[in-house]
């Protein structure tokens, strides 16, 4: 009696693997256990023989907190294993699609998600690369913002008194609040170049993968396509990669040759055109972000720095009466 009831306390007490995974997902996303390392690893395994579901197990008693939060949702919740993964985001949703549609027609799981998992991988090389060349830009433009603020202290360092000015004359109130305004709008211009130049998300080239995973495991085209519309329903603007995958199976059908092999060189060049698109956008940014800094950053500091020094000399210094 009193062990049932000690075991109820501690079942009570004791989180279930989907609240500890609801607390950690964010995590789990952030780093500890990169996307794909995870697949690799689930592709050994599931080349070695072990079934999908306990492959997920062996990675959760290993330590992978996705791998924890996936089996809570199947095992708990009783979700299908396709749609747990996919409650990852981010790169964990092309993995549930590589899953589904290899499930659907029966291709080898673990050679498809060594395939994927390659993929992935180029596209977090991509996004290292360019957020190394976009570092020592945007950081200049960063350090650049805080010019007029240091001009404004570097007077009242010398003895002028700037910030009387400023907050008590006509003059520098205006001057205050022109200047606070071009750098507000210097930082939001700066934060939407940086923004632009860095590498869209998501994998490129994943549907022409996907579609030569579904047409290796016998799919007929036109199912193919149909399934790897469904499983990437929701990503961005997939009209781009329908034309390429038109063009590339008219070219297939043309020469007649198998349409796996073409697609998979599409999926290879369209991550070595990301990559290079990712360098040239960095180097741009270089010379783009004088925009900003000539149009306001400069002008914030003429207004916070100079225009005040300029305005209590003028107010300090007796002008001889005409």
């Known amino acids: ?71 809570a949702e199947v095992t708990e919740q009783g979700r299908p294993l396709v749609e747990a993964i996919r409650d990852g985001g981010g790169a964990w949703r092309m993995v549930a699609a590589a899953w589904g549609v290899a499930g659907t027609v029966g291709a080898p799981l673990g050679e498809v998600l060594r395939a994927i998992a390659d993929a992935l991988q180029g596209a977090d090389d ?99 396509r149909a399934l790897v519309a469904q499983e990437t329903a929701d990503e961005d603007d997939p009209s781009a990669d329908e034309e390429t995958i038109e063009r590339i199976l008219r070219l297939s059908a043309a020469a007649g040759v198998p349409a796996v092999e073409l697609l998979r060189a599409e999926a290879d060049r369209a991550r070595r055109d990301a990559r290079t698109a990712g360098r040239q956008g960095a180097a741009l940014l270089s010379s783009r972000l004088l925009l900003p800094l000539g149009a306001c950053t400069l002008p914030a500091f003429m207004l916070l720095g100079v225009a005040p020094l300029i305005l209590s000399v003028l107010s300090t210094t007796p002008l001889p009466l005409a």
């Open 1 to 71: 009696m009193v062990s049932t009831a000690t075991a109820k306390r501690r079942r009570t007490r004791q989180p279930s693997l989907a609240a500890r995974h609801r607390r950690r997902r964010g995590a789990a996303d952030t780093g500890e256990t990169r996307a794909v390392e995870v697949v690799r690893t689930l592709a050994v395994l599931l080349q070695a023989g072990a079934a999908p579901l306990a492959a997920w197990r062996h990675l959760a008693e290993s330590g992978s907190v996705v791998a924890v939060g996936v089996v």
């Open 126 to 224: 991509i996004r290292a690369e360019v957020s190394v060349a976009l570092a020592e830009p945007a950081g200049t433009a960063r350090l650049m913002l805080w010019l007029p603020l240091v001009g404004l202290l570097l007077g009242s360092a010398l003895g002028f008194d700037t910030l009387t000015v400023l907050f008590t004359q006509p003059a520098g109130g205006g001057c205050l609040a022109a200047g606070l305004g071009l750098l507000l709008i210097a930082r939001g211009w700066t934060r939407a170049m940086v923004r632009r130049a860095a590498p869209p998300p998501g994998v490129p080239g994943i549907r022409a993968e996907l579609l030569a995973v579904a047409l290796a495991g016998g799919t007929a085209i036109p199912r193919a």
